[in-house]
């Protein structure tokens, strides 16, 4: 019995670690190629030294077609200087999922990201740039984005 404690307390303590390390986001943006059309999403980043796990998710309507991306990224992050901006570079798997008139369609793709974000006050804005390959469909997109 006292293990089970130790060990919900450990992990109780990591996931509070981990939550406030964490960085989520919202962010609104451009996808070109074949999608040519505006977006907007939700993202986060989990740091471990220089490298994030990065999630996003992005929905886009056009056409009555409802389209959704869901990207689970590794990024390398830096910066140079102390107090000066973050860059980051990432790729990861990529699950499309797009819906029109009550019917759906899903796969699965790759994605890689590149962005830079800073510090203003509070608030940590980005602009982020990405390209999605999901089976024939491929689009680039560029995002800016506030991070809290």
Known sequence: MKFRI??????IAAVSAAASAADFGA????YWGDLKQWAVGVDAQWPIGPVAISPNIDYS??????WW???GDVDLRWSW????????VGA????????????H????GWDVNGGVGWTMGGIRPYVSGRYLKIKDFRSTGAFIGLRF
């Open 81 to 88: 200087g102390g107090g000066g901006p973050t860059y980051w």
């Open 69 to 71: 991306f869901a990207s």
């Open 61 to 66: 309507r056009k056409n009555e077609v409802g």
């Open 105 to 108: 369609d899903s796969e699965w």
């Open 6 to 11: 130790v060990l919900l307390t450990l992990g």
């Open 27 to 30: 962010h609104a943006g451009y």
């Open 92 to 103: 990861g798997p990529t699950y499309g999922y797009v819906t029109y008139q009550g019917d």
